[in-house]
Every structure is written in structure tokens, then in C-alpha cells.
């Protein structure tokens, strides 16, 4: 004689096997969440990262009226401001300013160019401290950033 379940056990199995899914489904959206996190800081640092690279490019390129890093790149107000070479074609040099906005925290770069035109682009969004100085001893720009997750990226560039 073959036994097969009970009403009563099949509805005890489902409710166990509700159980196991909701959990489940739980233990997913907390891994889904933290691994969102992640994601947007792994982002923050890649393009906090390329911003440095870009002040690192703005302050080594060449061609600018004068040669000396230090009359070129100049710290005023925890704005970072270079005289560095059109890369536009225009002849001439240009004036790059990096500054963050207290308002937004937000990292952005204003180029002014040799007919006092000027164009702003964001570089870096949720910036919490930025912090550049120069050491004229040892002739290095240091630059310092950091997010409002805790983040932070950090360049010394040799002037």
C-alpha cells in the first residue's frame, strides 16, 4: 500500500518552502543593496582618479607664455588655477581653474581662454574636502579629495 501526503503535511511543506523564499528573497536584496554601494564608490574613485590625471596633464603640459611651473600653477583660496596650452587650436594660452562649489559639492574645471571666453564642466560630484597646496621646496602640487562616503584619492605631482 502506497502513502502519499496528507493535506495537512502539503500545507506545512509549503509554508516551510514560503519561508525559505521570503528569506531568500530577503538575503538578495540586502546583497543587491550593498553591492549598489559599491558600485557608486568603485565609480566616485575611478573618476576622482581621472580628475587627477587631468590637473596632472593641466599642470605638466608646456607651450604656456612662461616655462616655470611655479609662475603657472598657483593655489588661491583652495582654488587650484594653471596657465597651460589651448588644447581647443586657439592660439594662445589658457587658464585652467579647478573649484568646488560648497553649494553642490560638486569638483568643477573652468577653462578661460585667451579671449576671456570662459566654459565650465563638472569633473566630480558629492566632494566632500578638497584640499591642493604647493610645497615650493620641494617643488610638488599636492592635491587631496575626498567623497561624502569616505572615499578619498590623493596625488603628488612634481612641478
Keep these: 500500500m502506497t502513502r502519499g501526503m496528507t493535506m495537512v503535511e502539503i500545507l506545512v511543506s509549503l509554508a516551510l ?5 521570503v528569506g531568500g528573497a530577503q538575503w538578495l536584496n540586502i546583497a543587491a543593496s ?7 564608490e568603485a565609480a566616485w574613485r575611478v ?4 580628475t587627477l590625471e587631468l590637473i596632472h596633464d593641466s599642470v605638466r603640459a608646456g607651450d604656456s607664455p612662461t616655462d616655470e611651473l611655479l609662475e603657472r600653477v ?6 587650484l588655477l594653471v ?9 594662445g594660452p589658457e587658464e585652467h581653474r579647478y573649484d568646488v562649489d560648497l553649494l553642490t559639492n560638486r569638483l568643477v574645471l573652468t577653462v578661460k581662454d585667451v579671449r576671456n571666453d570662459e566654459s565650465t564642466r ?3 560630484d558629492r566632494v566632500q574636502e578638497w584640499q591642493c597646496a604647493i610645497d615650493e621646496e620641494e617643488l610638488i602640487l599636492s ?3 575626498s567623497s561624502s ?10 612641478l
Design 47 to 50: 573618476a576622482a582618479e581621472r
Design 83 to 91: 596657465t597651460t596650452r589651448s588644447v581647443a587650436g586657439t592660439t
Design 149 to 158: 562616503n569616505g572615499e578619498s584619492v590623493r596625488r603628488r605631482i612634481p
Design 34 to 40: 550593498t553591492q549598489t554601494g559599491a558600485v557608486h
Design 122 to 124: 563638472l569633473l566630480l
Design 143 to 145: 592635491v587631496f579629495i
Design 17 to 21: 518552502l514560503a519561508l525559505v523564499m
Design 74 to 79: 598657483h593655489v588661491v583660496d583652495n582654488r
